[in-house]
């Protein structure tokens, strides 16, 4: 049977679809924009007709109908990472969440630890040979196919088509059907003078032809606006922006001096501007690939003078961050930070920063602490930590002391809390 043919006898509306699903399956959605909003919305209509259903995602960007805590029984999300749709669901208990690297994602649903009897995903249009692009996310969707029971997509034309690792045949498919909504747009998060500051620093010590692993947010977005005078870089991260994309108008990102994939982008998930989108369609210098490739610190880390730059809530004085909790709240996940400050630890002339604001909450709390607050989530270690970057300067913490950890982080808390600070860490021996 033709391509065209498997297509057309696979092609249903999003109620039709989702009767693929049973009773105790688990659905695996892709991150962020890649999620179906057809089919997760006719799922969310029919929610009563199911029982225990689980849908397992990173990164939620729309708050569905079925994340409702009197419905958990029929259908019920569980968090790779939380977002604002999914985090008062973690928060009140009737959303669960699964603690793993991004990178180790696709090994544990291979090897049977996290379950995937479907998966829902977006995907662009089918081309001449039979085969569509999961180009907003290859991320561990690629891996929960190969495991799946059954695979639906929504096929909509305003999906890129991209090379890499993230394309799947028709023969592939369970069932599919068809949308042309506009892919969801996010946009570049706000920078104020602090971030501004943190990005200088940060810019100032990526050298030209240094590849670049970016992740989302205000600081890291500050960093790429004060790089337009760098030359030959290069991009091997987890998350293609607008921020990237600018970069590559610029004439600043060429991937030339990259030895690890020279000439090409690499990245796992997109989250951006319908401009980002449309670059992204069949562009010969941009490939998506599973994050089991992406992210891997052994394969990251063979790109030279690898770049690493990731954000923070808070940090203690040994140097462990707390990154995806207040507390023993959660409010993110561990995604892929860990992953690329080992991979920029392995890379020859690497440099992995943490970066944060000296404080939070108007500058009554300091985020330079000497213990975390009871409960925070460790996401990056002591023992991973290299550069930590506020607004008051840069503490190189790899192959330090515990007491010059104590002294370097002091040096760049904010000064009204440096005080405070200094008589913790006497009566904690560290000075």
């Not at 092609?11 to 909003?37: F, H, K, L, W, Y």
């Not at 063979?302 to 690493?308: E, I």
């Amino acid at each position: 049977m033709s391509a065209q043919a498997q297509y057309q006898q696979k092609r249903m509306s999003a109620a039709e679809a989702i009767r693929v699903v049973q009773n105790g399956d688990t659905i695996i959605v892709p991150t962020a924009v890649g999620e179906p909003p057809a089919l997760l919305t006719a799922l969310s209509d029919a929610r009563c007709d199911f029982h225990n259903v689980q849908i397992s995602q990173i990164l939620p960007v729309r708050k569905y109908a079925y994340f409702d805590p009197d419905t958990v029984d029929h259908v019920r999300h569980t968090a790779y990472f939380y977002s604002g749709a999914s985090r008062p669901g973690g928060h009140e208990g009737w959303i669960d969440f699964i603690p793993a690297y991004f990178s180790e994602l696709p090994i544990l649903l291979r090897r049977g630890l996290l379950p995937s009897e479907v998966v829902f995903s977006m995907a662009s249009p089918m081309d001449e040979h039979g085969y569509f692009s999961l180009a907003l996310a290859a991320d561990y969707t690629m891996a929960a196919i190969e495991k799946a029971r059954a695979v639906v997509l929504e096929v909509n034309p305003n999906v890129p088509f991209a090379n890499g690792g993230c394309q799947i045949h028709i023969s592939q498919v369970t069932a599919l059907c068809e949308s042309d909504d506009a892919i969801l747009e996010v946009g570049l998060p706000k920078i104020g003078p602090v971030q501004e500051a943190i990005g200088k620093y940060v810019a100032d010590m990526i050298p030209d032809g240094a590849t670049l692993q970016i992740g989302y947010g205000g600081i890291p977005d500050a960093v790429v606006m004060q790089l337009t005078d760098k030359k030959d870089l290069g991009i091997h991260t987890e998350m293609v922006g607008d921020g990237i994309m600018s970069l590559v108008e610029a004439g600043v990102v060429t991937n030339r001096r990259k030895n690890l994939h020279p000439g090409k982008m690499l990245a796992t998930f997109a989250l951006g501007s319908k401009k980002l989108y449309q670059f992204m369609h069949r562009n010969p210098a941009l490939e998506m690939h599973a994050v089991d490739y992406t992210n891997d610190p052994y394969i990251a880390g063979q790109n030279d003078n690898l770049h690493a730059i990731n954000a923070t809530m808070q940090i203690d004085f040994m140097g462990q961050c707390g990154s995806e909790s207040l507390g023993f709240k959660p409010y993110s996940g561990t995604g892929g930070q860990a992953d690329f400050v080992r991979a920029a630890n392995r890379s020859n002339g690497g440099k992995a920063f943490i970066v944060l604001p000296s404080t939070a909450k108007d500058d009554t709390i300091s985020r330079i602490v000497p213990t975390l607050t009871p409960g925070t989530h460790v996401t990056t270690s002591k023992n991973d930590i290299n550069y930590v970057v506020t607004e008051f300067g840069v503490a190189q913490l790899r192959g330090k002391t515990a007491r010059q950890r104590c002294e370097a982080l002091i040096a760049i808390a904010h000064p009204d809390f440096r005080g405070e600070l200094r008589e913790a860490a006497r009566k904690m021996k560290l000075l």
